[in-house]
């Protein structure tokens, strides 16, 4: 056996013959010790070589493609999605291919990965929502990441004084941080995503099960289709495929990478909440949200509170319905007066949201009235929500919001005695943002324009989001950039193009090195 320096597998190893088409180079500095014989195993893209021994280095690469290497001590290889722990075998900073670690992102894996995560219906509040989760860790776990997994005790967490809110009934929730760790001395990033869907709606609408994943040709690309695709389980998996091609090109990272799928997004952002908590005291210096942003740049949210309106009025046969009191007549100017409300709040905008037409929605979602056709209903009922303004507080917006309905029933006889009420519940999402110059922001954007070949918008979200848990509470740096767009996010058919997909966890792999290196 060759002594240290340079040799091409199959030359010196028989046994690797049968691989010579995707030789590389593999050097040692351990000049004074023999290299074990080592055992090709195929995976994929390439040649996993394990090695009991440290005199197995990282290797240049011929133009034949890749071949990664292993330490003895990795994660069950056995595994087909194991990732290969070579994190601590090369060079500070240095990447293993002129191409980046993004020269190893594996199509075939993210895709499948993929579709495991979508046929699970992890409706929030349901069991599969923590199934979802606990699918996540016990991967993560099988490829060698630090998984970290703990009960989230809901009732507890939702009574605190700041929590976000929730909209659906929980019995748990599972928590789960997985953490790849870098050799010291760099910064540590987050990658936060929610698991939790909406529900799919009207089944006819859709072209087949919501939660059974099928591939489609849309406008000549091909795109999955599924509940949750878009919103945000691809953008998950590719963050996912991104740190596994980062630990197979060889690179050393100095900083953590983290991990992070969370529970309870849609509906106020439970899981975020329990996880930064969590995480307290960690120092996290920048985080990427992979929700749909169609490879845009988003550094800013406008927030979102749900409210309830409760209109009442008197009830009578329709027949003498001059005497009675309607419940949907009274609520007639009130909508009249948000709806003029909306457009006030929406008349000069930040710079970052002027691309919306409406920046700061204020929508009517839900409205019950009456229980019986032939009778003046005395009760309505109407759920919606209220956009607030980046940097304007969400008790400002509550403000302006109920003044407003207190202007409406001053200005009737009946609504004077019987004020209409206002209550607050369910998801209460804040305004956030992070500078737009800000490094991890700078950072995405120069990757992004390295890999397309232009540079992304940067514009902020109408949306609330888990953004400004990130920010606000934990005061970590954080942008939004993934696939899919969110016009069909919650719609049926839902869907996702697979080559954003791609480009994502390139260019999220390409940051991790950037970013932690």
Known sequence: MPRGGNF???????????????????????????????????FFHGLRIDSS????????????????????DSPDHSRRDSGEDTHDRAAAGRRSLPGGAASFIDRERLLADLDELLRIPSLGGTPAEVDAQRHLADRWAGEGLEVTTWDIDVDITAARSDFPGMEVERRSALGVV???????????????GHTDVVPPGDIGAWTG???????????????????????MKAGLVAAWEALRAVRRSGVRLR??????????????????YAALEHLSGAPIAGCIVPEPTDLDLVPANAGALTFRLTVNGAAIHASRRSEGVSAVEKFVPVLAALSHLEAVRNASVDELMQRWPVAYPLSIGTVHAGDWASTVPDLLVAEGRLGVALDESADNARAEFEATVAEVCRSD???REHPVTVEWWGGQFHAGRTDPNADIVSLVRDTHTRAAGHAPETYGGPYGSDLR?????GGIPTVQYGPGDTRVAHAPDEYVDIEDVVTCASVLADAIVDFCS
């Open 8 to 42: 091409t597998l199959g030359q010196h190893y028989p046994c690797l013959r049968a691989a010579k088409h995707r030789a590389a180079y593999i050097y040692s500095d351990n000049l004074d010790k023999e290299c074990p014989l080592v055992t090709p195993e195929r």
């Open 53 to 72: 021994h440290p005199c197995i280095q990282p290797w240049a690469p011929d133009n034949n493609g890749p071949v990664a290497t292993a330490r003895s």
């Open 178 to 192: 997985a953490r790849f760790p870098g050799s010291g001395g760099g910064r540590t990033l987050l990658f936060d």
């Open 209 to 231: 099960d919501p939660f059974i994943p099928r591939t489609m040709p849309r406008d000549g690309r091909d795109v999955v289709v599924a509940r949750g695709a878009c919103d």
């Open 255 to 272: 900083g953590d990478v983290l991990l992070c799928p969370v529970s309870g997004e849609e509906d106020g952002g439970l899981g975020t």
């Open 413 to 415: 006889a009946w609504l």
């Open 469 to 473: 848990l990130l920010v606000g509470m």
